[in-house]
């Protein structure tokens, strides 16, 4: 049984960075990809970023504009999200995903919430 658990949210306060870390559990075998979503109470999960396992590209939503930075450990199956200079506006529920081909994605963490104050 494949399980996501993520970890590094908290309370910060606007500009400071937080590491989230999304620990892979239960993979028999390599996963098309790995990423980061964030969801707002209310409004629909937003793509954050995308780690491709199989050559290393990644890629980002439009609104990151470079302040996150997605990375992964392949041997211990260790996906993280790094973010600088957070806003009011990044306050949402983040959570990890696993792709296992090039469509949606099949497996889903738990969340951990980020809540950047003004």
């Known amino acids: 049984q494949v399980q996501l658990v993520e970890s590094g949210g908290g309370l910060v306060q606007a500009g400071a960075s937080l590491r989230l870390s999304c620990a892979a559990s239960?993979?028999?075998?390599?996963?098309?990809?790995m990423g980061w979503f964030r969801q707002v109470s209310g409004k629909e999960r937003e793509f954050i970023a995308g780690l491709n396992w199989g050559d290393g590209n990644t890629y980002y939503g439009d609104f990151v504009k470079g302040r996150f930075t997605i990375s992964g450990d392949n041997a211990k199956n260790m996906l993280y999200l790094q973010m600088n200079s957070l806003k009011p506006e990044d306050t949402a529920v983040y959570y990890c995903a696993v792709w296992l081909k090039n469509d949606s994605p099949r497996y889903w963490g738990q969340g951990t919430q980020v809540t950047v104050s003004s």
């Open positions: 239960g993979l028999t075998f390599r996963p098309y990809a």
